[in-house]
C-alpha cells in the first residue's frame, strides 16, 4: 500500500511496502509541530511572556521542557546559545529561568525562536505542568 499525501490520503494497494511519498515542504511542516512532548499553544490573551536581558517577548507555546517565543527581528540570537536570568510571567507570578537556544525558524509571518529549559525551580515548573494540564483539557475535552 502506498501512502500519498496531497489535500487528503489516498491509498494505493501494489502488494509492496507502505512508502510515504512526502514533499520536502510537508516534511520540514511535520518537523515543526512533532515534539517529544506536549506543547500548549499560547494566546495573546494569556499574557504569558520571556523576558531576556531586558527586552519581553510574546510566548507562543510552552511545555515543560520549553518555550517557543516571537523575535521582534532576525539575527537576535544564535542556536545553542545558554541564556541565563531570563524571567518567566505565567499566572500574575514571574520565575528566574534558564535556557538554550534550540532552534530559529520563521513561518513567514514571524521570526521564532524555541528555548530548552536547562534549569527553573520547582515552583515554576508547578506552575507550568498547571498551565498545561488545564490547556490540555480545554483542548481535548
Not at 511545555?63 to 537576535?76: C, D, H, R, T
Not at 531570563?86 to 534550540?102: D, I, R
Request: proline share 3%; net charge negative; with cysteine.
Amino acid at each position: 500500500m502506498e501512502i500519498k499525501y496531497g489535500e487528503s490520503l489516498e491509498f494505493a494497494i501494489d502488494g509492496g511496502p507502505a512508502e510515504p511519498t512526502v514533499s520536502l515542504e510537508k516534511e520540514e511542516a511535520l518537523r515543526q509541530i512533532i515534539r517529544h512532548g506536549f506543547r500548549a499553544p499560547v494566546g495573546i490573551s494569556q499574557e504569558i511572556t520571556l523576558t531576556i536581558a531586558g527586552h519581553s517577548y510574546a510566548v507562543f507555546n510552552l511545555s515543560g521542557s520549553g518555550v517557543g517565543i516571537y523575535l521582534n527581528a532576525p539575527g537576535q540570537f544564535e542556536e545553542q546559545t545558554r541564556l541565563v536570568g531570563m524571567s518567566l510571567s505565567l499566572g500574575g507570578q514571574s520565575f528566574v529561568v534558564e535556557g538554550t537556544v534550540v532552534h530559529l525558524s520563521s513561518d513567514g509571518a514571524h521570526h521564532l525562536c524555541g528555548i530548552e529549559w536547562n534549569s527553573m525551580s520547582a515552583e515554576c515548573q508547578d506552575v507550568i505542568l498547571d498551565f498545561l494540564k488545564k490547556s490540555r483539557n480545554a483542548l481535548f475535552t
